[in-house]
T-cell receptor, first 114, second 107 residues
Framework: IAGITQAPTSQILAAGRRMTLRCTQDMRHNAMYWYRQDLGLGLRLIHYSNTAGTTGKGEVPDGYSVSRANTDDFPLTLASAVPSQTSVYFC?????????????FGSGTQLSVL | KNEVEQSPQNLTAQEGEFITINCSYS?????LHWLQQHPGGGIVSLFMLSSGKKKHGRLIATINIQEKHSSLHITASHPRDSAVYICAVKSADKLIFGTGTRLQVFP
């Protein structure tokens, strides 16, 4: 079934540990995004990628890194997790970053940093 | 003040009622998205619109560019419509999200 797969679904992590959230899509979309969702706030963009081999910083990039080695995969890494990174993380994709294109979201990763 | 404001924040309805969720924005936009987020689930795109009105089943989305306002209507609401509805605007190559409207429809 075409779509976006995120893993893990949830994770509890000790502060200071390194963690990679995985995101894979099979729709051959060029653009991919990582968002975090916190209570009382709208989704906020962490990093994005317009196409394989390129990445860019979003609204809240500090403490996170991404890579885009191929079209399908867009992992998000927390090098040294801190409690303020406790959030629900959503990966999304669209054919390109042009306006007028539908967004497709993964089912989210609930991350708790203790 | 948030650039994208949704109202109401919470909404309860009886099955069969007509529902309206509002979204106002303060920036110039090229498109507006309505998204649906079910409890414990992912986010689904319902509509993308830049003018006028779109309809899909019992859902209708309208936008007034001059007034910087969009509405999402649900006709003949059903308990399965219970979800958080999120408005997002595309402005200057970025998406700005509202905080969502939580809808509960009771049988």
């Amino acid at each position: 079934i075409a779509g976006i797969t995120q893993a893990p679904t949830s994770q509890i992590l000790a502060a200071g540990r390194r963690m990679t959230l995985r995101c894979t899509q099979d729709m051959r979309h060029n653009a991919m995004y990582w968002y975090r969702q916190d209570l009382g706030l709208g989704l906020r963009l962490i990093h994005y990628s317009n196409t394989a081999g390129t990445t860019g910083k979003g609204e809240v990039p500090d403490g996170y890194s991404v890579s885009r080695a191929n079209t399908d995969d867009f992992p998000l890494t927390l090098a040294s997790a801190v409690p303020s990174q406790t959030s629900v993380y959503f990966c999304a994709s669209s054919p390109t970053r042009r306006f007028g294109e539908k967004l497709f979201f993964g089912s989210g990763t609930q991350l708790s940093v203790l | 003040k948030n650039e994208v404001e949704q109202s109401p924040q919470n909404l309860t309805a009886q099955e069969g009622e007509f529902i309206t969720i509002n979204c106002s924005y303060s920036v110039g936009i090229s498109a507006l998205h309505w998204l649906q987020q079910h409890p414990g689930g992912g986010i689904v795109s319902l509509f993308m619109l830049s003018s006028g009105k779109k309809k899909h089943g019992r859902l209708i989305a309208t936008i007034n560019i001059q007034e910087k306002h969009s509405s999402l209507h649900i006709t003949a609401s059903h308990p399965r419509d219970s979800a958080v509805y999120i408005c997002a605007v595309k402005s200057a190559d970025k998406l700005i999200f509202g905080t969502g409207t939580r809808l509960q429809v009771f049988p």
